[in-house]
């Protein structure tokens, strides 16, 4: 049983949402099964003694992408999610207790960068507009348009980017690329950390992903009022104007096919049925659990997995002037620090740490006053199965001798509250496959045409969203994965008649 116009949603993470949106508006009936009790993913909200801290993603960039979700519904993002900008991106600490602020303003950037490295500020203005340009022909190009079909893309389209590409872009990797352009290590180091945007090492990451330094510094970064979980909300409640219907604590436990063709779901120990299937959980998942193609799901895993994270959440009974609303503090040695991630599936025992106060940018509301929430955060393998009580016992131990040498503290006194998650903690919420956050890593150049598309080449009617097929992990990227799939939905629909 098949119907028109209709589609089915699994999950209510942020690729999600946007899907059903833009269904919604396009005269579809959409119903989104969640197993969770609340939307939002790997974008969640805890509340622990006063404490508000936002679980997931804690970078707002390129807002333009929610605003079109509320352009195509009629209405006005900043009516529903206003946000401002911020004027210092990142807030960087050195081991040898230098700290850099970067600036959102590329000029005042540069300047800082030839203070402090001794970086020559045309070169670095240089770097990030040839950022931009890559961001505005290369990453457009394979971010918003699928690269498993033909006519995706308008032979211009294809040749301006081809303009854009250098050699070092593809076959060189973005260590070496910001090695040739900077002097000082500490810059290196700096521009090196945008390969974690993906859950990639930039030492085997190619230099194409220099582009992502275009995000941050000549767009720059927002924060939505009330912190990330804003725009969840604001998503969920447009979702519902538009009379998207939610089915939460409503695990799917099997997508129904026919014939080459999918035809609804198995949710809550109901069929529902429908022509139009979308899989926001991990790919990996989709296939083993919910289609029972064990085949499929182990090629899966001859890719390598983006790497993980462990997080604590603290209530710290303390204020800390030095710190922004984005920090990181700096491995002494980041190659080592890779180098265990991604080929020694340990912890490095000296990790480079980031820390989210969103206190800082809403005092009083976030944290009680003369306190601060910190989301603290360092790259680990994704890695499951193991003993997690030892595991947080030393990650905490790494963090806290960290930042008790370079903040010249003992910040353990000063822990109110603490909540910790962990790669098993990401997958069991999350459905991500060993807890990796962005799916398959970026560690090649091929790694942009090896993710899995945006729908099912055996299976008419399934598609696919989120961090773990095309384009990929985040929120911008996981927002183009649903416009891609809403078009592509849209377009078989207007072949049918």
Request: charged share 20%; net charge positive.
């Amino acid at each position: 049983m098949k119907q028109e116009k209709t589609a089915i949603v699994i999950g209510a993470g942020v690729a999600s949402l946007a899907a059903a949106i833009r269904l919604a508006v396009e005269g579809y009936e959409v119903d989104v099964f969640e197993k969770n009790e609340v939307p939002g993913g790997k974008l969640g909200l805890l509340i622990r003694g006063g404490y508000r801290f936002d679980t997931g993603p804690s970078l707002f960039t390129e807002p333009a992408n929610i605003a079109a979700l509320f352009s195509l519904a009629g209405e006005s993002m900043e009516d529903h999610l206003p946000y401002e900008p911020v004027t210092v991106s990142c807030t960087y600490f050195y081991e040898d207790g230098g700290v850099l602020q970067a600036h959102r303003d590329p000029v005042l950037f540069a300047a800082t960068l030839a203070e402090q490295h001794q970086e020559n500020p045309a070169v670095v203005e240089t770097y990030l507009r040839q950022a931009g340009n890559m961001y505005d022909r290369i990453g457009k190009l394979f971010t918003e348009h699928s690269l498993h079909q033909r006519n995706s893309f308008s032979m211009r389209s294809v040749i301006r980017a081809l303009k854009t590409t250098r050699p070092a872009h593809l076959f060189g990797t973005l260590h070496q690329l910001n090695r040739k352009t900077f002097r000082n290590e500490k810059t290196v180091q700096l521009f090196n950390r945008y390969a974690t945007y993906n859950g990639s090492d930039p030492y085997s990451a190619p230099g194409m992903l220099k582009l992502i330094s275009h995000l941050e510094h000549n767009e720059g970064i927002y924060y939505p009022a009330g912190g990330m979980i804003s725009i969840v909300n604001a998503l969920y409640q447009l979702a519902l104007r538009k009379q998207v219907r939610f089915h939460f604590n409503t695990p799917v436990q099997r997508i129904i096919t026919h014939e080459g063709y999918v035809t609804g779901v198995v949710a809550g120990h109901r069929n529902h049925y429908t022509g139009n299937v979308i899989s926001n959980m991990d790919v990996f998942f989709t296939y083993k659990h919910l289609l029972g193609h064990d085949y499929k799901a182990a090629r899966l895993l001859r890719r390598q997995r983006s790497s993980s994270a462990a997080i604590f959440y603290w209530g710290i009974r303390h204020e800390f002037p030095q710190f922004g609303l984005h920090n990181v503090l700096f491995s002494g040695n980041y190659k080592a620090e890779f180098n265990c991630i991604f080929k020694q599936a340990r912890v490095y025992e000296d990790p480079t740490i980031y820390i989210n106060i969103t206190s800082k940018q809403e005092a009083g509301i976030h944290a009680p006053h003369g306190c601060e929430n910190w989301f603290v955060m360092i790259n680990v393998p994704s890695v499951t199965g193991g003993d997690r009580e030892a595991f947080r016992k030393h990650c905490r131990q790494l963090v806290i001798t960290k930042l008790n040498r370079m903040l010249q503290t003992d910040i353990e006194p000063l822990i109110e509250t603490e909540d910790f998650l962990d790669p098993d903690g990401i997958q069991d919420n999350t459905m991500s496959y060993k807890g990796a956050l962005y799916g398959s890593s970026s560690n090649s150049a091929m790694s942009a045409f090896l993710r899995h598309p945006n729908f099912s080449k055996e299976l008419a009617g399934l598609y696919f969203t989120g961090g773990s097929v095309h384009p990929g992990g985040g929120i911008p990227l996981c927002l183009k994965s649903a416009a891609i799939v809403s078009g592509l939905i849209t377009k078989a629909e207007h072949k049918k008649h």
